[in-house]
Nanobody, 116 residues
């Protein structure tokens, strides 16, 4: 069974930092591209960052460039999202996702709230 479990969210003040973690199981993690997406209240899903299985390609949403970093540890089946200089508009539920065959899998999400 494919499982993606996110953690690390919370309440943080503007300008603060958080590190999200997604631990995967049920598939060969090292061969899959991984993504972080988010959903703000009342809005649709928004792709944020991706990292490919070979570590050599990373894609960023323009609004998070220079603030967010994605990384992975294939030995731990884990992908990370380091978020710095957080803004109120970063408030959202954050999910990690991957695609296996023609199906996208997503975890239960972790809430990030940026507020003073």
């Amino acid at each position: 069974e494919v499982q993606l479990v996110e953690s690390g969210g919370g309440l943080v003040q503007p300008g603060g930092s958080l590190r999200l973690t997604c631990t995967a199981s049920g598939f060969t993690f090292s061969t899959r591209d991984m993504r972080w997406v988010r959903q703000a209240p009342g809005k649709g899903l928004e792709w944020v960052l991706s990292i490919n299985s070979g570590f050599d390609s990373i894609w960023y949403l323009d609004s998070v460039k220079g603030r967010f970093t994605i990384s992975r540890d294939n030995a731990k089946n884990t992908v990370y999202l380091q978020m710095n200089s957080l803004k109120t508009e970063d408030t959202a539920m954050y999910y990690c996702t991957t695609t296996l065959g023609n199906r996208e899998y997503r975890g239960q999400g972790t809430q990030v709230t940026v507020s003073s």
